[in-house]
């Protein structure tokens, strides 16, 4: 009984192994440019134990895909509990949490396969809209789900660009010091708009106007 627990943990242990390396295999060289022999050298197992747990490239990366959101789900219900830094950098943390894994996203996102990775990720935003909007003193101007699609989709910039930020920021985001510098930059741009309630008002009257003259196209 005691041998059969043993091989199980091992079981457990390739598998995991494979999905790690298939998540910087695919991240580092395309879905399609990847290998399962790569994949498994990565891993350091044979290909014959890859084919065994997962059966196939396809189903090997839908892993990769559920391990992602799984993680997602776990981050986002971590920061809902807690919603204030206590000694740990949030920003640092989701980071740190999904730094291994950003080439993998970024391809995932370019090559218009991360459909659930991102929706959940949309979801965790309106869920936080949500508790937000209840002080909001003045209306949306559009739903929950498009502010949400779209703060997204402005969140993904900063992980999928990691190289380019951290130049322009002049130090590594994956660094205390990376981390501790974007946190900052992330709260003065979101408790200091650039408009204010007056130029938001006036800019959507005329958006509106633009929209209500542009021609509507006929089928």
Request: net charge negative; aromatic share 6%; hydrophobic share 45%.
């Amino acid at each position: 009984m005691m041998a059969r627990i043993e091989a199980d943990l091992e079981d457990l242990t390739a598998r995991a192994r494979i999905r790690d390396a298939a998540l910087r295999q695919i991240g580092e060289h395309g879905f399609e440019r990847a290998t399962i022999r790569g994949i498994a050298d990565a891993a350091g197992v044979s290909s014959g134990l890859v084919r065994h747990h997962f059966g196939s490239k396809q189903a090997l990366r839908e892993a990769c895909d559920d391990y992602l959101l799984k993680e997602m789900r776990r981050l986002g219900d971590e920061t809902r509990a807690d919603s204030t830094p206590a000694d740990v950098n949030p920003v640092g943390s989701a980071l740190a949490a999904f730094g291994p894994y950003q080439r993998y996203l970024a391809r995932a996102l370019a090559e218009g396969w991360a459909a659930p990775l991102f929706d959940e990720m949309v979801q965790v935003y309106e869920e936080w809209l949500a508790e937000v909007d209840k002080s909001r003193p003045d209306p949306p101007y559009a739903s929950r789900k498009a502010r949400a699609t779209v703060a997204t989709a402005m969140s993904l910039v900063v992980p999928v660009l990691y190289q380019h930020v951290s130049r322009g920021l002049g130090v590594d985001l994956a660094t205390p010091e990376g981390a501790h510098l974007l946190a900052l930059v992330l709260l003065d741009i979101h408790s200091h708009p650039v408009l204010t309630p007056e130029m938001a008002a006036s800019l959507r009257e005329a958006l509106e106007k633009i929209h209500d003259k542009t021609p509507q196209p006929r089928f």
